[in-house]
């Protein structure tokens, strides 16, 4: 009986956690109507991952090429070092 309700439980708890990996995820794929600026993220304002970390909050340096923030879109053009990542 112990080991039914372990089991059970067990499951519960690994369904909840792959629901809300999935919702997590879809809520940080992309923001419609901005774009990821790179280059122009103050030190730990960053908004997502790169090589270097993978959260959102740890730039250590201030312009670093690799970080990015999302801006609205035909922003990141007009700001000093910025590049749209991505595009080509």
Do not use: R
Not at 58 to 72: I, N
């Amino acid at each position: 009986m112990k080991d039914t309700k372990s089991v059970m439980s067990t499951a519960i708890a690994g369904a909840l956690a792959l629901s809300l990996a999935a919702a997590s995820s879809s809520a940080v794929a992309g923001k419609p109507g901005f774009e990821k600026c790179q280059g122009v993220a103050k030190a730990g304002m960053n908004d997502c991952g790169t090589s270097k970390h993978s959260c959102a909050g740890q730039a250590s340096t201030d312009g670093d090429a690799e970080e990015w923030v999302y801006v609205p879109e035909g922003t990141c053009s007009k700001i000093v070092g910025g590049k749209v990542k991505g595009k080509k």
